[in-house]
């Protein structure tokens, strides 16, 4: 099935420190989204990338996507106390008219040491 | 939690009970969804309703039944749920398909 997931599952740096996160998909995707979550909230949308699209940046954050690979990196440079939560990636399947259903991972849990 | 709402943010309910579950986005939005969010599993697209029509319906069970009125407003409505039916329950919009979703800040649902 189309699949997000996401590598590693938990993720521990002190602050400070990078964070860099993958996330590997099964399918031809329209694109490739990062949500992060905190703790029994909402997921907020970080960044969208298209699948023409090789690198994309927003502020602290830094993504690329590998469509021969099947793949997708989230860099966060910098971390901070603040950038402890979940992170998700989402994948759309390939449709012409675009596609509503995304397919989340299980998530990386990351924990920033201050 | 940019501009959907959900109510109630935690709701406790017996097997036999009936309750309502509210989402609402103020963004013009033409898509709405409801995800189920369960601890260990990737979250789930349950419904997807675009332009007040239901679009995407994941195989979920008939105890759970979505209604969207208009484009602003979106009702999961439960019935005779199970305790494994106990999970956070997202409610989302976005402008369009394929493209980024805002997120509400679910309803916490336990069932006894």
């Known amino acids: 099935s189309q699949q997000g997931e996401e590598d590693p599952q938990a993720l521990s740096i002190q602050e400070g420190e990078n964070a860099t996160m993958n996330c590997s998909y099964k399918t031809s995707i329209n694109n490739l989204q990062w949500y992060r979550q905190n703790s029994g909230r909402g997921l907020v949308h970080l960044i969208l990338i298209r699948s023409n699209e090789r690198e994309k940046h927003s502020g602290r954050l830094r993504v690329t996507l590998d469509t021969s690979k099947k793949s997708s990196s989230l860099l966060i440079t910098a971390s901070r106390a603040a950038d402890t939560a979940s992170y998700f990636c989402?994948?759309?399947?390939?449709?012409?008219?675009?596609?509503?259903?995304?397919?989340f991972g299980k998530g990386t849990k990351l924990s920033v040491i201050p | 939690e940019t501009g959907v709402t959900q109510t109630p943010r935690h709701l406790v309910m017996g097997m036999t009970n009936k309750k309502s579950l509210k989402c609402e986005q103020h963004l013009g939005h033409n898509a709405m969804y409801w995800y189920k969010q369960s601890a260990k599993k990737p979250l789930e697209l349950m419904f997807v309703?675009?332009?007040?029509?239901?679009?995407e319906n994941n195989s979920v069970p008939s105890r759970f039944s979505p209604e969207c009125p208009n484009s602003s407003h979106l009702f999961l409505h439960l019935h005779t749920l199970q305790p494994e039916d106990s999970a956070l329950y997202l409610c989302a919009s976005s402008p369009s398909a394929s493209l980024e979703q805002f997120f509400g800040p679910g309803t916490r649902l336990t069932v006894l």
């Open positions: 309703y675009s332009l007040e029509e239901r679009v």
């Open positions: 989402a994948t759309d399947l390939f449709r012409e008219a675009g596609s509503y259903q995304l397919t």
